[in-house]
């Protein structure tokens, strides 16, 4: 798996379509991969759903079925749409990437037609012009689109607008960057989500490409609340709300099913590369419920259904420090007065990950971090955290997910032990471990 493309509830099921390279666990030509689930964490692969449109190994070349959404008309009928890069040979420029709508078989299994829909972006724009996310607009009665791209070199948002899901014209530009994020890197807005929630719209958006020059961390996530009316978008303010302070929660994209907003990202680390032998490249989120605060920020939050693969809570040999069973993912709650606490996570082979709130930040590093890197939070009161950590990957929610960190090590595949170290221990109220079950076991 390279990257989630869209995950769509139909008749009681989860499917997931998400992009990856079958041949290989390096990049290379892209398709999409089905899979089917009744839980979100167990589930079944079924035949590959989108291939390229051109043999792109026989030419050398890389492209295929980009990033894209599920959409469900107002006729009830699914549809996607996707971003096909036609055959490339340089990774960051001079490729061309065009939009498609597929109509698939009625089991899913396959495409029934493929329409291409957009060729070229406005003026301004360039090569980067991709990943469609699609809605009906019931107060206008007409569909609409947002697209990733760059104007004039500034990461943007673009809108466009159709009558029948087919002909689609370029409404305006929906959110454009300041100049800071283009001065740094950023090279345009990958994978837009844009949804209702909770009567508020949200706009969330990657810049690929962008290092924050005050901490080094790449191509970070930020969402953005307001209203929409009369085709704008106008956010409650114009600061960026980061979502995941580890940066390794990439390319999110939500879905709405039994009443909730969910989300799934990639887990990808852009620092620190796989290393050999193993067979796949970047790995899915655990699934997160999305909401708002009373602030109207973004909160994020694992669904509770990984509840029941807990397998039991993990046994203590002090407060505060849990032995943990090797090779089961872990789940570590902590809530009362956390300023200043410490989490100690130790692995079979002497590696270690720390995560620690110093001076109003969290602070996540494993094994790889040498310190140019800071991957810290924006300042927060801590009063409730939950971790989990799974085969090198550590997910944090802080706050009831209103501050959310990712990252990913190679070096730390399994846990021996958790510490939990406090000046303040007494005023930490409740603290609770758990091992896990695998979601691939019965």
């Known amino acids: 798996m390279r990257s989630l493309r869209r995950i769509e509830f139909v008749d009681g099921r989860y499917h997931l379509f998400y992009q990856f390279h079958p041949v290989e666990s390096e990049w290379g030509p892209m398709h999409w991969g089905h899979a089917v689930s009744d839980d979100l964490y167990r589930w079944i692969h079924l035949p590959v759903f989108l291939h390229p449109e051109q043999n792109l190994w026989s030419l050398g070349a890389t492209g295929g079925a980009f990033s894209g959404s599920a959409f469900v008309g107002p006729e009830g009928k ?5 971003t096909e890069r036609l055959p490339a040979y340089d990774l960051f420029k001079d490729y061309k990437e065009v939009q498609k709508r597929v109509l698939p078989s009625a089991d899913l299994l396959r495409p029934d037609a493929t329409k291409l829909v957009l060729v070229n972006g406005p003026d301004g724009s360039a090569h980067d012009f991709r990943d469609p996310k699609v809605w009906y607009d019931a107060a206008c009665g007409t569909y609409r ?6 104007i004039d070199g500034d990461p943007a948002v673009l809108l466009y607008g ?3 899901g087919e002909d689609w014209k370029f409404l305006s530009v929906l959110y454009r960057a300041p100049e800071h994020f283009r001065r740094h890197g950023a090279r345009c807005v990958e994978c837009p989500d844009f949804f209702e929630l909770d009567g508020h719209h949200v706009l969330v958006m990657g810049f690929v490409g962008y290092t924050e020059p005050e901490t080094g961390r790449h191509n970070l996530l930020y969402a953005q609340v307001g209203t929409f009316e009369g085709d704008r978008f106008m956010p409650a303010t114009p600061a960026l709300q980061e979502l995941d302070f580890g940066t390794d929660f990439y390319a999110m994209q939500s879905f709405l099913a039994k009443d909730r907003q969910i989300a799934f990202a990639w887990l990808f680390n852009w620092e620190f590369r ?11 989120s655990l699934p997160r419920v999305l909401g708002l605060d009373a602030q109207r920020n973004l909160t994020m939050m694992p669904e509770k259904g990984c509840q029941r693969l807990r397998a039991r809570t993990l046994p203590q040999t002090a407060p505060c420090q849990f032995t943990c069973e090797p090779g089961r993912p872990v789940e570590l709650s902590l809530a009362g007065d956390l300023d200043g606490v410490q989490v100690i996570a130790r692995g079979s082979d002497g590696e270690s990950f720390r995560l620690a709130h110093s001076a109003r930040r969290l602070e996540l590093a494993v094994a790889e971090d040498n310190g140019d890197i800071k991957y810290r939070s924006a300042p927060l009161t801590l009063e409730r955290l939950t971790l989990f950590f ?8 802080a706050n009831g997910g209103a501050v959310c960190g990712t990252r990913r090590t190679y070096k730390i595949t399994d846990l021996t032990s958790l510490e939990v170290k406090s000046a303040y221990r007494g005023r930490i109220e409740t603290y609770e471990a758990w091992s896990y079950d695998s979601a691939w076991s019965n």
């Open 78 to 82: 699914l549809s996607f749409y996707y």
């Open 145 to 150: 689109m947002v697209l990733g791209a760059a």
């Open 162 to 164: 159709s009558e029948d």
């Open 274 to 284: 796989k290393p050999g032998g193993p067979p796949y490249s970047g790995e899915l």
């Open 390 to 397: 799974d085969r090198g990957v550590v997910e944090v929610f």
